[in-house]
């Protein structure tokens, strides 16, 4: 399987239109790729706040109809990134696009771990509820976004669900990129499965970003890594791989928690 993750640099001189035309041309290169990965609110940039409510969009706006053309243009599967999605009954959401190589909509997946304590995105974006996982022809694909890769209850669940690659769409920040390595490798390893891991490069609002956009295997190894500016990583790797590894060293079938309701006493 041919990955390819585009790290993309937010600038804030760039508008919001400029940038979807840019990213979209990005995403047509990649033809010949199985997967194109985006980091999340590449529109805005992930701690523009003040943006979210001005550039938000309803599900089938300007972002999706650009990103469902390139991806049909590529022929790719594509996780568009997130953006911020206007509901017309409720809150905004940040929330995740996946197009197939025809350019529909195959899945959609709404933030569920909302960044800021209370402050800024926690408090501007309502939360998304539901665990989602897409089947692209080698593997199961499990989303998430950014702040979810600290809460490790979400990965079992989606590798409950069937995921083995676990997409992780984000804007993280420089100061804390020891984290981002970190945190994506233990996903790897406790869940055995692929973590293709995609963020931002640039400055968000004052805020620099971390970059380093990564691919790990089930062993937690780091298959490629992307440096700190805009850049697209493109990684083969086997979704084989998984199954295998999940054989040799069967760790998930060990699990005693979360499985059964506890005894009474």
Known sequence: ????????????????????????????????????????????????????????????GPTYETMAKAASDAGVWLHAGSIPERDPDGPLYNTSLVFSPSGDLAAAYRKIHRFGFDK???VLMGAGTELVTVRVPATTLGLSTCYDLRFPELFRGLVDAGAETLVVSAGWPERRRSHWTLLAQARAVENQAFVVACGTAGTHAGVPQAGHSFVVDPWG????????????????????????????????????LGLRPPRRP
């Open 1 to 60: 399987m041919r990955a390819s993750v585009i790290q993309i640099a937010v600038n804030e001189d760039e508008s919001v239109e400029a940038r979807r035309r840019r990213v979209a041309a990005m995403v047509r290169e990649q033809a010949g790729a199985d997967l194109v990965v985006l980091p999340e609110l590449w529109t805005t940039g992930a701690f523009a706040y003040e943006e979210f409510g001005r550039e938000a969009e309803p599900l089938e």
């Open 120 to 122: 800024g995105e926690a």
């Open 221 to 256: 190894e780091v298959l490629a890594q992307a440096g700190a500016g805009e850049e697209v990583l493109t990684v083969e790797f086997d979704p084989g791989k998984v199954a295998t590894t999940r054989e040799q060293f069967p760790a998930l079938k060990d699990r005693m």
